[in-house]
């Protein structure tokens, strides 16, 4: 064994970030926040000024080129390139609905249109910053060093990169497990909850297995390295998450796909209304000329470009109002397409918290005595299920005695003297080492662990005297959001760390549809990645060990308020109070949303259709036209509005 183990390792921290990468320029190319925020003044003081006549027309003007320059151009570059390679896209479309708008002297409804697509661009752009912040909060995960032995048998603080695989690794009590690895020596809890999710510590002993992440709560471990730096669970949950998010391609909204079709028949109809009647029917040019400008003008798509954004942003808003933050329009019209919910349990389902649920006397002792006896060892232990008791103790007044010769059993419980006799605190491996385990205690253990709860046991020499019972409880929002999922013909899937057992006995209580424990975050993304193949699905979690699953499911829920910041920032969604009832909520404002858009797009195109008709009949003017167009855009507007009071 060479000087820390060998040579070097790329570390998790030299992974490629071509995903951030890739944020970060295409953020960049939008305008900043100062100038959107002038531009939209600009813009609404130009419309107050026109629409009061308080001003003369050029100063009107002015205002509004300056508010399109200030916010516009980069969308004027990329219509104009659009139009150069015939790709009528958004862009294009816009560039030309704010041109004919400046064109027939509307220049604070062209600058108004300019600043609020802007606007809609800059927040989508924003929210792809998602997937670098997630990565970032995991690389924070591991430790940079770790305590490796050397071939001399001394101990040295290495870097990740210079550990060797069958390195010898020590980790002390408190400290984050740097590297994948196998207990060699030592007896400890290990907190896994970053990655598997699991509610309570679980005991590693000698041949256990150790993820990079983890912390190590009780006592010291020494263990054997199998996995390098670049290729633990964690650097995999990594790569997982930088995949699921490279991989999800944007949807091609519907009014990019329209204008591809819709500008140029309307300027393929225009040219024809201006030559051919002339031609063909010795029309007059100047009258069909006429007719063929204001035919453009009824079909400028003012209207159209308005309606998605002005329903969308009005959506979102009513969303944050019920304290859903959603991080972008494209979830919210696709919340409506979901058929499929995965849920996370712990913390998702649940409190996330143990608390003390069952009190069992085996004998005719006194309650109170040996609810005191308990309370008092279980207060000098820092164990979570310890706590849990003692906090519940705390919270009845239980009288606490004094402790004598208190010590900790490592992976069973603890036992100390009050009074002068011995008892002990622990599980069923310790009762089963004390002798005390009868077939009716045993049991009493069995029907306790197979509701999903741990079981401990306070015993004396002779006997054992109670059952106590922790369990992760469920929120009692969890039931009703679980039905009403239901009810919108949702069907529900929890995936978790825990065990199966435990799994099952929370799917239970709550309704859910299936329920699957023993799962890795890999395991969680690949159910996930299985049931994309027929459905929409939708995952909620707050944990980091959801974030691949959350990053690869059509829309990603995180708890807002006790979610973890790779969890928040992974997720599409962020439910801030962690009341589940908000996702079924969302569900229904996805579908009012997708109702108003129809609504909005149906009108636009309807009275569009009218008008166009009625152009190319002679029976439009131009100010009808103006009029038309203008009070379509109003229309729309209104009626995407609607969505604030849902």
């Known amino acids: 064994m060479t000087n820390c183990c060998g040579s070097e390792q790329p570390t998790s921290h030299q992974l490629p970030l071509s995903t951030g990468q890739a944020v970060s320029q295409s953020d960049s190319a939008q305008p900043h926040w100062w100038r959107l925020t002038l531009a939209g003044s600009l813009a609404l003081t130009a419309e107050v000024l026109h629409f009061g006549h308080w001003g003369p027309e050029w100063i009107v003007a002015a205002m509004a080129i300056a508010a399109i320059a200030l916010c516009g151009l980069g969308i004027y570059t990329k219509g104009w390139v659009s139009l150069k390679n015939f790709n009528l896209n958004i862009n294009a479309l816009m560039s030309i609905a704010v041109t004919g708008a400046a064109l027939i002297g509307q220049w604070p409804e062209a600058a108004m249109v300019m600043f609020l697509f802007a606007v809609a661009e800059r927040i989508e752009a924003r929210s792809l910053d998602r997937a670098r912040n997630a990565i970032h909060g995991l690389l924070s995960l591991a430790p940079e060093t770790a305590m490796a032995q050397q071939s001399d048998g001394s101990w040295q603080e290495c870097s990740l990169s210079e550990i060797a695989l069958s390195s010898r690794v020590r980790v002390r009590p408190g400290e984050r497990i740097a590297l994948d690895g196998e207990v060699l020596k030592g007896h400890s809890s290990v907190d896994q909850s970053p990655i598997t999710g699991e509610s309570l510590p679980v005991e590693k002993r000698t041949g256990d297995m150790l993820f990079a992440g983890t912390i190590n709560q009780n006592s010291e471990l020494e263990y054997q390295v199998t996995a390098l730096a670049g290729n633990t669970t964690l650097d995999r949950i990594i790569h997982a998450v930088e995949e699921a998010q490279g991989l999800r391609a944007p949807t091609q909204r519907f009014v990019d796909r329209f204008a591809r079709i819709y500008t140029p028949a309307v300027f393929a109809l225009a040219l024809a209304v201006a030559v051919l009647p002339p031609l063909l029917m010795g029309g007059e040019w100047q009258e069909w000329i006429y007719r063929a400008l204001v035919l453009l003008v009824v079909a400028c798509p003012c209207a159209l470009v308005i309606s998605t954004p002005v329903s969308i942003v009005s959506g979102l808003a009513a969303a944050a109002r019920k304290g859903i933050l959603i991080k972008g329009g494209i979830y919210l019209e696709d919340g409506r397409k979901l058929t499929h919910l995965a849920l996370d349990k712990t913390g998702t389902l649940t409190h996330g918290k143990p608390v003390q649920t069952d009190f069992q006397p085996l004998t005719k002792e006194s309650i109170d005595q040996i609810q005191s006896i308990a309370a008092s060892l279980a207060q000098r232990s820092d164990h979570p299920v310890s706590t849990a008791l003692a906090t519940q103790a705390a919270e009845q007044g239980v009288l606490l005695l004094e402790v004598d010769d208190f010590s900790v059993l490592l992976g069973r419980g603890s036992r100390g003297e009050i009074n002068g006799r011995r008892y002990h605190l622990g599980n069923h491996q310790l009762l089963e080492e004390l002798g005390l385990c009868t077939s009716a205690i045993e049991a009493r253990i069995e029907h306790l662990e197979r509701q999903g709860k741990s079981v401990i046991i306070l015993s004396e020499e002779t006997r054992a005297l109670a059952l106590f019972a922790v369990a992760d409880t469920v929120k009692a929002s969890s039931v009703e959001a679980i039905r009403e999922l239901h009810e919108l013909g949702v069907k529900t899937l929890m995936l978790s760390g825990d065990n199966q057992p435990t799994a099952t006995a929370i799917g239970a209580l709550v309704g859910i549809d299936e329920a699957r424990g023993n ?49 928040i920032e992974t997720a599409d969604v962020a439910i801030m109070d962690d009341d589940l009832r908000r996702i079924p909520a969302f569900i229904r404002l996805s579908r009012q949303t997708h109702a108003v858009l129809v609504q909005n797009i149906s009108l636009a195109l309807g009275i569009k259709a009218m008008f166009l008709a009625l152009t190319v009949s002679g029976h439009v003017t131009m100010w009808m036209a103006v009029f038309a167009d203008m009070g379509v855009s109003l229309l729309v507007t209104f009626n995407g509005l609607r969505l604030l009071r849902k």
Request: net charge negative; aromatic share 2%; charged share 15%.
């Open 519 to 567: 799962l890795l975050p890999t395991d969680k993304l690949a159910h996930i990645k299985a049931l994309q193949q027929s459905a929409r699905i939708g995952m909620v979690g707050d944990g980091i060990n959801d974030a691949p699953a959350l990053a690869q499911a059509d829309i990603g829920f995180a708890m807002g308020s006790i979610g973890t910041d790779t969890a």
